[in-house]
């Protein structure tokens, strides 16, 4: 059964530091092309870790 929340970065504050991607449990954050985070909401559990561990505070959790 899928999560009822899913993680969005807003690309425009990510600063592509890649820490949501090292606390991920799932591996379901890349950074794309060095310039920005991307969440893959297939894979996304919605724990949101992530965001609580972003710097800049550009993740949100979002319902499904």
Known sequence: MASKRYARVGRDN?????????????QAVRIVRGCYAQVDPAVCVGC?????????????????
């Not at 592509?16 to 090292?22: H, N, Q, V």
């Open 14 to 26: 990510c600063v592509s530091c890649g820490t949501c991607k090292k606390v991920c449990p799932k």
């Open 48 to 64: 949101g870790k992530c965001g609580r561990a972003c710097p800049t505070g550009c993740i949100q959790l979002l319902d499904r």
